[in-house]
């Protein structure tokens, strides 16, 4: 049974930089795509970023040239970092490991509030 953890969330100034960890207790290279996810209060939870095991990348548009994700496969750990951040990026965020059609598996999130 695979866990995912989520870390690095906080509260941030607007124009201020987070860096998002989610450490994964199987290998990541086991699964075909990673990705992260936000969900604001009473709102649906979409997708801010991906990476594929091709290394091919998806953002969402509002998070393009500011978010970046990445992966380090020795420490089997997905991270996002956000740069420039804004009011409207405050949301629960959450780390997805896909397998395909076998099936994906979420961490618990964490908040990120951006605000003055």
């Known amino acids: 049974q695979v866990q995912a953890v989520e870390s690095g969330g906080g509260l941030v100034q607007p124009g201020g930089s987070l860096r998002l960890s989610c450490a994964a207790s199987?290998?990541?290279?086991?699964?075909?795509?990673l990705g992260w996810y936000r969900q604001a209060t009473g709102k649906q939870r979409d997708l801010v970023a991906s990476?594929?095991?091709?290394?091919?990348?998806n953002y969402a548009d509002s998070v393009k040239g500011r978010f970046t994700i990445s992966r380090d496969n020795a420490k089997n750990t997905v991270y996002l970092q956000m740069n420039s951040l804004k009011p409207e990026d405050t949301a629960v965020y959450y780390c997805?490991?896909?397998?395909?059609?076998?099936?994906?598996?979420w961490g618990q999130g964490t908040q990120v509030t951006v605000s003055s």
């Open positions: 990476i594929a095991n091709g290394g091919i990348t």
């Open positions: 997805r490991l896909g397998r395909g059609w076998l099936g994906n598996y």
């Open positions: 199987a290998s990541i290279l086991s699964f075909t795509t």
